[in-house]
DNA sequence: TTGTGTTTTATTGCCTCC
DNA sequence: GGAGGCAATAAAACACAA
């Protein structure tokens, strides 16, 4: 027995012949009240040797005794030495007993939480990574998207530049004038004015948070970086999008050239397979 | 019936608190 | 230093398939 020094000494002797208690639990549900108490009384007999010796034997405790301490370990999970005699002396049992029990209730219920807690947190893993993958699809669909919004860009681009340069020589001189990304701090000023888009972008609907973007924003700058940034910072406020997406956005580089064109004044309406008309 | 895995009861050793 | 809690573990009791 614990502490052998202390009180434990008896309690250790008396715990060896528990009070009555069944052999087999099933008994005690098969047999009446009071079958059940004559069996008891021989079982206890029978612990007891020949001689009335204590012979050394683990015993499970009744259901009635399982029951009752079930029910004190929800009220409170904690023995006060007051209620742990009591309810050994309720339940015949040595408080020993009743200490030792609640001893193993409590680690019993601590490896359940435990179990409870990790289930928790693998749900919520679970959900947090599903999500993650639905947000991987988004961007490789918005990714693949904005490569074909670039090529056509292109396409367009070399398509209008060969017939300015086929119709006017003059025309062409102007629009290099007036183009956005020349490097120019002038020409920057000019742009800030009058460039201004209007676009609608609709997301797939296999998108676990479909978006739609509904903006008219206006260049502040000649780096199509921050562009970019700010055009994602405005989605990502209104719709409370993940942050991924900006870096998405971000990697998503127009060379300063493809970039230029895009605001320039002169060619604003190349994006006409873009707009939607509102 | 028996081997084996699980559950329950009890012990040991260490730690903290008063 | 004693009382009591906890983790680790032993051992008995139990459940169950083969």
Redesign the pocket.
Known sequence: ???????GSLD?LI?IC?PKEE????NKQVYSREFQAMLDGLEEEDSLGEAGQATE?????SIHQ?KALEKNFEVEN??E?ERKVKLAEELGLQP??V???F??R???W?TKQLEKDYTILKANYDALKLDYNNLEQEKEALTAKLRELKAKLKEENSESSQSVKEDSPKVSQQTKDHDFCDNDDDSIGIVKEDCNVNAQLLISPASSSPFRFNGSSSCSDSSNHQWFQSFDSRMILGNMYHPQLVKVEEQCTFTAEESCNFFSVDQAPTLQWYFTGQ
């Open positions: 027995m614990k502490r052998p020094s202390s009180s250790a715990s528990p052999k087999n639990s099933k034997k683990k015993r499970r405790l399982v904690k023995l030495p020993r007993q200490a030792i029990w001893q193993n409590r680690a019993r601590k």
